[in-house]
């Protein structure tokens, strides 16, 4: 018998009342050629018997050729709904699974990657023993920021304009990492917030679309141990007075350095690309923050040794 093609699929489990076009657009300028099915509202009950369904009708084979994509604005629900598909799945019929909650994985991931990358190449070093605030970090985004900043053995601060919020975030960071590295702060007046940022070499901002956290005037203040300042609020007001969206690496104040929401936009985007890249060659397996954040990292990796490479390469024309 001749062997069967399988016809890669994608089927977005989305909690919201319409499926995300950014990720479903993402998806076929990736591949053109896959077929893409949409679920909307779904509920982790939906998602179990969606699944189910799923797994079964092309066989394990098919399986192998057919992804699953979580998405959604509600943060507890999407990750309810990872656990539940976890519990439904069972080999032969395996799948992998993409989530990344209306971009905050692959955005928190961009962020992380972008103040790592600058840290280095301004020469302070990676990210271990580094104190960063991530301000307004009970969001989806910089939850995750956070989480990612602990997993390099950064200390974390997260504030909130609720100490209970705050705290909670930190806890749930600790638990994971089985560390005290994250703390919850109460900041919402320029005063809480510049204490917030006072012992911090990077903050990043990651408060809601169209609401300014920090003033020129706060980080002048109280950033004397400041050097990065990254911010991913591309609607104005911006997140951090005076911080471009478009900023790479650029001296915003003496001395530090601001990365702004399209510069992390850009790379996100081919984080997001590299995930959905990788879900789609492996037949199962999770692809969350964890791996978009590997997809990045390797980025910066290869991009300082090409510049090493390169500046050796010159350096060896001046040579006798
Ligand atoms: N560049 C990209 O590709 C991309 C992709 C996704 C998201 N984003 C951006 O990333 C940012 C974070 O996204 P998200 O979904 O995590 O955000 P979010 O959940 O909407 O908001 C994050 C936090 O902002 C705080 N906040 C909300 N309204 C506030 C106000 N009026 N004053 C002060 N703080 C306020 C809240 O913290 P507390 O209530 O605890 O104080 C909230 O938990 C947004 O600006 C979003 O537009 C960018």
Request: aromatic share 2%; glycine share 18%; with cysteine.
């Given at each position: 018998m001749p062997e069967q093609h399988f016809k890669k699929v994608f089927i977005f489990l989305d909690t919201d009342k319409h499926a995300s076009p950014f990720d479903v657009l993402t998806t076929i300028d990736v591949f053109p050629d896959a077929a893409i099915l949409k679920y909307e509202d779904v509920t982790v009950e939906d998602a179990g018997k969606i699944v189910y369904d799923t797994m079964f009708p092309r066989g394990p084979e098919g399986a192998k050729h057919t992804k699953i994509f979580i998405n959604g604005r509600d943060f507890k629900r999407v990750n309810e709904i990872l656990e539940k598909i976890k519990l439904c799945v069972f080999p032969p019929f395996e799948l992998a699974i993409i989530v990344d909650p209306r971009g905050a994985y692959t955005t928190a991931t961009a962020a992380v990657a972008k103040t790592l990358e600058l840290s280095v190449e301004k020469g302070?070093?990676?990210?271990?023993?580094k104190t960063i605030t991530v301000l307004a970090g009970t969001g989806p985004v910089g939850q995750t920021a956070g989480r990612l900043y602990a997993s390099e053995k950064a200390n974390v601060i997260i504030t909130s304009r609720s100490l209970q919020r705050a705290s909670s975030v930190a806890t749930e960071i600790n638990e994971e990492f089985e560390s005290e590295r994250a703390r919850g702060v109460a900041a919402q007046t320029p005063e809480e917030l510049g204490k917030a940022i006072e012992n911090s070499e990077m903050v990043l901002?990651?408060?809601?679309?169209?609401?300014?956290?920090?003033?020129m005037e706060t980080l002048e203040e109280y950033?004397?141990?400041?050097?990065i300042v990254a911010d991913?609020?591309?609607?104005?007001?911006?997140?951090?007075?005076?911080?471009?969206?478009?900023?790479?690496?650029?001296?915003?104040?003496?001395?530090i350095f601001g990365i702004g929401a399209l510069a992390i936009g850009k790379l996100k985007n081919k984080i997001e690309v590299g995930l959905i890249k990788r879900a789609a060659e492996e037949p199962k397996g999770v692809f969350d923050y964890k791996i978009a954040y590997e997809i990045a990292k390797k980025r910066v990796l290869e991009k300082f040794e090409e510049k090493n490479s390169r500046e050796a390469e010159s350096e060896k024309h001046w040579l006798p």
């Open positions: 302070f070093g990676n990210l271990e023993g901002s990651a408060g809601a679309a169209g609401v300014q956290l920090l003033r950033g004397n141990k400041c050097k991913i609020n591309a609607i104005p007001p911006l997140g951090v007075e005076g911080l471009k969206s478009k900023a790479d690496g650029e001296e915003i104040l003496s001395n």
